[in-house]
């Protein structure tokens, strides 16, 4: 069998990485994975490490690809639900998914993936307060409140588990709307 490129390389190394772990990623076992000698891989990367480069390069150009649309329209419920919609599509997305699996499990041990996981978890927040702001709340506990509910939500589509979340943004609408008297300012 043939490389086809470097795009395949990535894509194998970042599957091998996101569901075996990075110790399971060898020029050895990405060669077995792709049904190649390990020295074709060499042809197109020196090291595992220039492979890791490219697996963060191309991973985070592909998220940011991905985009994310703020819609503002309809009730809290419908607002909340939407957000967390699209935040779990991108989190689920088959193309992603193993990049992101990658990031969160390597967040803590390298500093490329803890970068990325923390401009994802910053990016949620920040668009958590614009939302927040948006229905009439200027209580920033609300926001974080929210954020971290769909936090925990991610992490959990990125182990695999596939529950919905729209109970709980509707939840957390219904929250928001029995105390708009005492947490709008």
Do not use: C
Not at 55 to 83: C, I, P, Y
Not at 152 to 163: D, F, R, Y
């Amino acid at each position: 069998m043939k490389i086809n490129g470097k795009e395949e390389i990535i894509d194998t190394a970042t599957k091998i990485i996101a569901f075996s772990g990075i110790d399971k990623l060898t020029m050895q076992s990405l060669g077995n994975a792709m049904g190649v000698n390990k020295a074709s891989i060499y042809h197109w990367f020196h090291s595992k490490e220039e492979i890791l480069e490219e697996v963060f390069r191309e991973g985070h150009k592909n998220l940011m690809a991905k985009g994310f649309r703020l819609n503002l329209e309809g009730s809290e419920d419908e607002v909340l639900s939407k957000a967390a919609n699209e935040w779990t599509g991108i989190f689920s997305d088959e193309d992603l998914l193993p990049y992101l699996r990658t990031v969160f499990a390597l967040r803590y041990s390298d500093d490329r993936a803890g970068e990325e996981a923390r401009a994802l978890e910053l990016m949620i927040k920040s668009q958590i307060d614009v939302i927040i702001t948006s229905l009439g709340y200027s209580n920033s506990f609300l926001s974080s409140l929210f954020s971290s509910l769909l936090l925990q939500h991610l992490a959990s589509v990125l182990e695999g588990n596939e529950e919905d979340f729209r109970k709980d943004a509707a939840s957390f609408a219904a929250l928001l709307t029995s105390t708009q008297d005492k947490v709008r300012q």
